[in-house]
């Protein structure tokens, strides 16, 4: 029987390579993102499309339907959609903090809960959850992103062991910084939610590191291989870390004294740049590109990203 996978963020990324691998293995995908336009590269591979957001229960309950009405079966779920909301913790409004953990943390959680009946019925099943680096080591600006993994994190913990008796592994795939053009995205948001407040310093700092990090990350492929052992391994790792560090920041950061981690973290913001690598000119360059938009967006009043700053009760 052809094996079923339901993978989310399929249209970018790390997503649409797991897509890729499983389609060229012969599985049936069901690959899940917010637009069908998004989804083209994966459905003109065979994939199946399916329009999603994380942030609707509803439209994640219809989903998951339809895809037992079509193949009658989900054997792997792959929790890999998700965002990062950059800013400082009292800087980013309300509204976003909610809708950060609503998609990373909720949505993956709901699409857990609609597939583990099945699995557990039939006595075997995978589900898969993409967490980070960050669910260990927490950066100053990235709270509420931070938040969210560690939290999907634990879920993963949780779950894994209420699912192995059913036969229902869950695996933790935990990637450091990924070039799929997150650490961009990541400097301008940082910058741009933070920029000009109390925290516009160290957003700075943070902003040039994201930018730096680019040139260390894993290739999107190789976090997807990851994925790909946790989905289809006999016998799973139950935490695939991926990445230059990421064994380490977890093991290291939980036996270490808060003050000394955030020591660490400040030296690592406040030194020198680290040693140039293949991806700095890429970096530099979507730094100008950053500033650029930022000053012509200032220039015709309006905002890059679409976020506002919390505002303090005056
Ligand atoms: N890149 C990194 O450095 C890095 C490091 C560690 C962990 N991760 C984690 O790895 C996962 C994939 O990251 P990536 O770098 O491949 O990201 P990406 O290139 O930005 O792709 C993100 C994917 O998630 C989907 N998505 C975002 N918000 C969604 C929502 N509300 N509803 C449905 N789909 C949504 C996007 O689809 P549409 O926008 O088309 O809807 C897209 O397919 C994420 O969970 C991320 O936290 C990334």
Redo the contacts with the bound molecule.
Sequence with gaps: MTPVALV?????????VVVRLLLERGWTVYA????AA??EAATSRGARGIV????DERSLEVAVRRVLAEASRIDVLVN?????EQGAVEDVPAAAARRQLE??VL?AARLAQLVLPGMRERGRGRIVN?????ADLHLPLGGW?GAS?AALGALTDSLRQEARPYGVRVVDV??????????E?EAEAVRWVSAGGGYSGVADRVAARALERGSA?ST?ER?ARAVLAAATSPRPRDRYFVGRGVRLAHSALRLLPAAAGDALVRAYLAGPPARPGPGDAAGRRAGDKVAERRAGAEAAGRATFPLRRAAPIR
Excluded: H
């Excluded at 989310?8 to 649409?16: D, Q, V």
């Excluded at 890999?80 to 990062?84: E, H, L, Q, V």
């Excluded at 935990?174 to 650490?183: C, E, L, M, N």
């Design positions: 989310t963020g399929a249209s970018a990324g790390i997503g649409a899940v993102a917010r637009s998004r989804l999603v957001d994380l942030g890999n959609a998700g965002y990062g998609v990373n949505g993409v967490t980070s680096v960050v992103y993994k935990r990637p450091g910084p990924v070039s799929t053009g997150w650490q995205r990350s999107p976090v």
